[in-house]
């Protein structure tokens, strides 16, 4: 192969079709620097893709992430923080106000506003351009979250009595968990995959028309729409409105009104309906990614430029849903140290129902992450791996017949054959994993990790 043909086919398909690069914590938008809607892929007049991961508003809120967050954590918290102080539960040792306190405190609001503005248009063409204020928004986002996560789970671990009450900032390791996961979704489910699926019907690891099937399914299936009368939306919002709408205001409904903590409620019940929406358009993905494997679609190319037979970007759609598989399992256990641990039942773990309520509620969570993530490990890499195996077999018997003539029994043990031609020796070296093998050491030890840290 020349120079100029092996470049294109080193090329790697999994990037964002928008044309922006960078790490996963910077393909959200942040409204006013990125525009509320995705930008049309100009970049080498490439077309946007067919298939859509989410559509409507789970799109949209998935693409404002870093601001739905923000915005949501200080609605929550600070809604519970000042009833908690209302309530005396917590004190804070706040200054006496006065009118010429407030006097000076609403002049440096201005100040500071005025000041804040001028930064902003003097500094906004330089940072648009950078994506440096996505890092930024990101980690003013992530880090209180992080150290509110870090609290709650001290607070649980050193509490005297197991009757102690969760720390306020209890939640902050769900709202970490939907900002670091939506971030890892957007940029590997959303903007990587759908380059991914498009491109490779392009590739030449692919046999025609059979892809072309199975693309026009996957655009038919992921990012669907439904419509109800005049109205229209995702097919995943309707879920999370069918699935969990009634379960979530059940509470509200039933208990007396606790005003603003009803509020509180109600955000954290908006971004709950958000994750589950997620959720249903990650398993259709998911679904539809092992039904790939299942076809007899995919033609493993030994000596392909990008030294995993040509599944070398479909390795790395793996990985991605195993990352925020794992980032899910570190979040469950989380809940088991943070809430858990404070909510053992007086008695003990009895066969009652209190008992049977806590396994369900911190304990069943760590186990279905075990077996979800037992469950992508097989249908994944392995299965990727077979496939890239059955294909170095194929390969070596069509060899093995153009050498020796169509009279010759092709052998199923083809580590015992006995060839001299050098592009036999060279097949037997050929790669097996869409990974390297030490990376796929390395998501066996994150995957395990969040059993481990629970049940040692």
């Given at each position: 192969?020349?120079?100029?043909?092996?470049?294109?086919?080193?090329?790697s398909?999994?990037?964002?079709?928008?044309?922006?690069?960078?790490?996963?914590?910077r393909?959200?938008?942040?409204?006013?620097?990125?525009?509320?809607?995705?930008?049309?892929?100009d970049?080498?007049?490439?077309?946007?893709?067919?298939?859509?991961?989410?559509?409507?508003?789970t799109?949209?809120l998935?693409?404002?992430?870093?601001?739905?967050?923000?915005?949501?954590?200080?609605l929550?918290?600070?809604?519970?923080?000042?009833?908690?102080?209302?309530?005396?539960?917590?004190r804070?040792?706040?200054?006496?106000?006065?009118?010429?306190?407030?006097?000076?405190?609403?002049?440096?609001?201005?100040?500071?506003?005025?000041w804040?503005?001028l930064?902003?248009?003097l500094?906004?063409?330089?940072?648009?351009?950078?994506?440096?204020?996505?890092s930024?928004?990101?980690l003013?986002?992530?880090?209180?979250?992080?150290?509110?996560?870090?609290?709650?789970?001290?607070?649980?671990?050193?509490?005297?009595?197991?009757?102690?009450?969760?720390?306020l900032?209890?939640?902050a390791?769900?709202?970490?968990?939907?900002?670091?996961?939506?971030h890892?979704?957007?940029?590997?489910l959303?903007?990587?995959?759908?380059?991914?699926?498009?491109r490779?019907?392009d590739s030449?690891?692919?046999?025609?028309?059979?892809?072309?099937?199975?693309?026009a399914?996957?655009?038919?299936?992921?990012?669907?729409?439904?419509?109800?009368?005049?109205?229209?939306?995702?097919?995943?919002?309707?879920?999370?409105?069918v699935?969990?709408?009634?379960?979530?205001?059940?509470?509200v409904?039933?208990?007396?009104?606790?005003?603003?903590?009803?509020?509180?409620?109600?955000v954290?019940?908006?971004?709950?309906?958000?994750?589950?929406?997620?959720?249903?358009?990650?398993?259709?993905?998911?679904?539809?990614?092992?039904?790939?494997?299942?076809?007899?679609?995919?033609?493993?190319?030994?000596?392909?430029?990008?030294?995993?037979?040509?599944?070398?970007?479909?390795?790395?759609?793996?990985?991605?849903?195993?990352?925020?598989?794992?980032?899910?399992?570190?979040?469950v256990?989380?809940?088991?140290?943070?809430?858990?641990?404070?909510?053992?039942?007086s008695?003990?773990?009895?066969?009652?129902?209190?008992?049977?309520?806590?396994?369900?509620?911190?304990?069943?969570?760590?186990?279905a992450?075990?077996?979800?993530?037992?469950?992508?490990?097989?249908?994944?890499?392995?299965?990727l791996?077979?496939?890239?195996e059955?294909?170095?077999?194929?390969?070596?018997?069509?060899?093995?017949?153009?050498?020796?003539?169509?009279?010759?029994?092709?052998?199923?043990?083809?580590?015992?054959l006995?060839?001299?031609?050098?592009?036999?020796?060279?097949?037997?070296d050929?790669?097996?994993?869409?990974?390297?093998?030490?990376?796929?050491?390395?998501?066996l030890?994150?995957?395990?990790?969040?059993?481990?840290?629970?049940f040692?």
């Amino acid at each position: 192969m020349a120079d100029g043909d092996a470049e294109p086919a080193q090329k790697s398909h999994w990037e964002r079709w928008t044309g922006d690069g960078g790490p996963f914590y910077r393909a959200c938008a942040v409204w006013p620097f990125d525009p509320v809607g995705e930008p049309a892929p100009d970049a080498e007049g490439r077309d946007r893709p067919a298939v859509r991961f989410t559509t409507g508003i789970t799109r949209l809120l998935l693409r404002h992430l870093p601001t739905v967050v923000l915005v949501s954590m200080a609605l929550y918290f600070g809604i519970n923080l000042a009833r908690a102080v209302a309530t005396g539960d917590l004190r804070l040792a706040l200054p006496r106000v006065t009118l010429r306190g407030g006097a000076v405190l609403v002049g440096g609001l201005g100040v500071g506003s005025l000041w804040a503005y001028l930064v902003y248009r003097l500094l906004a063409s330089v940072v648009r351009g950078s994506g440096l204020y996505r890092s930024l928004l990101f980690l003013a986002t992530a880090v209180p979250l992080v150290a509110g996560t870090v609290h709650a789970v001290y607070g649980a671990v050193t509490a005297t009595g197991r009757a102690a009450d969760p720390a306020l900032t209890v939640q902050a390791g769900y709202f970490l968990f939907v900002l670091v996961a939506g971030h890892l979704v957007y940029d590997g489910l959303a903007l990587k995959a759908e380059n991914l699926f498009a491109r490779l019907r392009d590739s030449t690891i692919v046999s025609q028309p059979a892809y072309d099937e199975f693309y026009a399914e996957l655009a038919a299936t992921v990012g669907d729409t439904l419509a109800v009368g005049p109205i229209s939306m995702p097919r995943s919002a309707a879920f999370a409105l069918v699935v969990a709408l009634g379960p979530l205001a059940l509470p509200v409904i039933v208990s007396p009104w606790a005003g603003w903590g009803e509020v509180a409620y109600v955000v954290y019940s908006v971004v709950t309906l958000f994750v589950i929406a997620m959720l249903y358009d990650v398993f259709l993905l998911v679904y539809e990614f092992t039904d790939l494997l299942r076809r007899d679609v995919l033609t493993y190319q030994p000596f392909h430029p990008d030294d995993h037979g040509g599944f070398r970007d479909l390795g790395r759609f793996a990985t991605r849903v195993n990352v925020i598989l794992v980032v899910a399992g570190g979040y469950v256990a989380y809940r088991f140290y943070a809430e858990g641990l404070l909510n053992v039942p007086s008695g003990g773990l009895e066969p009652t129902l209190l008992g049977l309520t806590w396994v369900v509620l911190y304990v069943a969570p760590v186990a279905a992450y075990a077996l979800l993530a037992l469950f992508w490990l097989y249908h994944s890499f392995w299965r990727l791996h077979r496939k890239m195996e059955e294909g170095r077999q194929k390969r070596i018997e069509e060899l093995q017949r153009a050498t020796d003539g169509e009279d010759r029994r092709p052998r199923r043990d083809f580590s015992d054959l006995d060839v001299a031609a050098p592009a036999w020796e060279s097949l037997r070296d050929a790669p097996t994993w869409p990974i390297k093998r030490q990376g796929l050491f390395g998501i066996l030890v994150m995957d395990a990790v969040p059993v481990v840290i629970t049940f040692v």
